[in-house]
């Protein structure tokens, strides 16, 4: 026997993510903003420059490793600020999967230049902290803002996964993402295991 349910409404937040419901009910919408926001705020970059890119273009991460070693408050803000990534990044945005993961390599030894670049994520999310996942029953255009992938075979219903890879580490670097509904279900960036 099953202990009775109780109904407590419609979802709205869990584990800090916002859930927002179309007034058709067709569509639902996959927010951070809140910890997106907090972040920012713990940091003193709620009035920072935004950029456009999760890190800074051209950066090659054994650079980054390479240069001196942070003190022992900066190390701990540095992982502080690397951890919410991976929990923001994993509820809902996939555009910071490759930045999280190149932060994450420096965990054990963060370096100020390792540092520059969370701080230059933490600017990317400040000019992109409203970005979400919709994921919808009806058919989007891309010109509405949606993944467009009309110069390739592809049919939104269908379940469809893309890969990329980073030949520049000692390691290969490989990125997924799987799509349905032109909306990401699952995505990760791993290092390979052979050079």
Known sequence: ????????????????????????????NLSTVSKVNDL???????????????LVP??????????????DAGKLRYRSIVGSLLYIMRCNRP?????????????????EALMKQAVHCLRYLRSTSDVSLVYSLKSRDAAEGMLDLSSIRYDSNDVTGFC?????????????????????????????NSV
């Not at 709205?12 to 916002?18: D, M, N, V, Y």
């Not at 920012?40 to 999760?54: A, D, H, I, Q, V």
């Not at 051209?58 to 003190?71: E, F, H, I, V």
Request: include cysteine; charged fraction near 25%.
């Open 1 to 28: 026997d099953l202990a009775p349910c109780k109904y407590l409404g419609e979802l709205s937040r869990a584990l800090g993510i916002e859930v927002t419901w179309s007034d058709d009910r067709t569509s639902v």
């Open 40 to 54: 920012l705020l713990r940091n003193n970059m709620m009035e920072s420059k935004g950029r456009f890119t999760p």
């Open 58 to 71: 051209n950066c090659k991460l054994q650079d980054d490793l390479d240069s001196d070693l942070l003190d």
């Open 95 to 111: 555009d910071l999967a490759y930045a999280a993961w190149y932060l994450a390599c420096g965990m054990q030894g963060p370096t």
């Open 164 to 192: 990329d890879s980073n030949w520049m580490p000692k390691r290969s670097v490989s990125s997924t993402i799987l799509v349905c509904c032109n909306a990401a279900l699952f995505w990760r960036v791993r290092k390979q």
